[in-house]
């Protein structure tokens, strides 16, 4: 691993420490399988225990990945051969796991958003400080190698003061209507690893959200109080403005794209390829398409989180996010919330 002067940890692989670091994973859906796989190939990490209250699906992870299948956390957080915990529950567990971690001394990396509430996040903040554990929110993107370059290259001052950002995010196929409660719906869930995109290229601070929301892939999640597309923009207290454009369906694939406007120049990154191979013939011009879904496209930085997450438990490192700066992000997304049901500028509460 490498660190950037101005402060931005870049991919690369962590020294492995001479034992194992006994690690559990919470949560056994479809982000919880990236982290088992990842974890249990990990020179760095043991995979002790899968555990979910389907245990099925835990024991089907465990098979798959090894360690030992579990419906309830109680087991890994008594178990002193665990020292990691990646907390990838459903978001509504999000808060009772990061403080049981906290009070049983393992260091966690929590997805993103901490808590089903802003109080809850600030919980999680606290309780993580005071006991002086580990603990970092799941901003694996910051990690990508694309991301991590145009925000080195950003903060070194190479296109100037950043006046604009504009972030787009679009999932290829959408996520059932019915799992909105559980993940906090696409503002919180989606939303919050570009809030945190946003402030970090900035390197200033969050102060006001104006947001407008509709169901135009699906009609069922306005029956959960979600949307399925938004626009949004986020002003700064450097005076930068930054658009953020989401939606849950893209039928061509998982399309992203960063955008980082100063004023010496201009950075973009996004829209990657399954190939770079470009067919030309009389009638048109075929490029690769682009990658299918998240999990494809951003797969590296979930190996280098862990990367990283190692390196801070076993030589102090600095975690890539902060509990802070999911707090801040959290807070975005509230005020967003707020803002798409009031149809008004939402101040941002500074909280974090």
């Not at 990842?38 to 990490?45: A, D, K, L, P």
């Not at 949307?227 to 061509?252: E, I, N, P, Q, W």
Request: hydrophobic share 45%; net charge negative.
């Amino acid at each position: 691993m490498t660190q950037h002067s101005r402060g931005i940890i870049t991919p690369g692989r962590s020294p492995v420490p001479r034992s194992m670091i006994g690690c559990a994973v919470f949560g056994a859906g479809v982000i919880g399988e990236v982290h088992a796989r990842n974890v249990s190939r990990h020179g760095s990490f043991d995979l002790r225990y899968v555990i979910d209250p389907a245990i099925d699906r835990a024991r089907t992870l465990a098979q798959t990945w090894g360690g030992t299948a579990a419906a309830d956390i109680a087991p890994a957080l008594a178990d002193d051969t665990v020292a990691a915990v990646i907390i990838a529950s459903s978001t509504s567990a999000h808060e009772e796991h990061a403080l049981a971690c906290a009070g049983a001394g393992k260091a966690f990396i929590c997805e993103k958003p901490l808590a089903g509430s802003l109080e809850g996040a600030r919980a999680c903040v606290a309780s993580a400080a005071a006991s002086g554990v580990v603990a970092a929110t799941g901003f694996n993107r910051r990690l990508d190698h694309d991301y991590a370059a145009v925000a080195a290259r950003t903060l070194d001052g190479e296109i100037g003061a950043v006046e604009m950002l504009h972030f787009a995010s679009r999932g290829h196929k959408p996520p059932a209507p019915e799992t909105a409660p559980h993940s906090g719906g696409m503002i919180r869930e989606k939303g919050a690893h570009f809030f945190d995109l946003a402030a970090w290229l900035t390197g200033a601070e969050p102060v006001e959200v104006y947001a407008v929301g509709a169901c135009l892939v699906d009609p069922r999640f306005a029956d959960y109080g979600d949307v399925d597309t938004a626009a949004l923009t986020v002003r700064f207290d450097s005076g930068a403005l930054a658009t953020f454009d989401f939606g849950r369906r893209a039928v061509f694939g998982q399309d992203e794209l960063i955008e980082v406007f100063g004023s010496q120049g201009m950075l973009v990154t996004g829209r990657h390829r399954r190939g770079n191979v470009a067919h030309f013939t009389g009638g048109a011009v075929t490029e690769a398409e682009v990658m299918p879904g998240w999990h494809e496209r951003f797969a590296d930085s979930y190996v280098a989180e862990l990367d990283v997450f190692a390196a801070a438990m076993t030589h102090g490192e600095p975690v890539h996010a902060s509990l802070a700066d999911g707090l801040r992000a959290q807070a975005v997304a509230e005020a967003a919330v707020r803002s798409i049901k009031q149809n008004r500028p939402v101040a941002i509460e500074r909280i974090w």
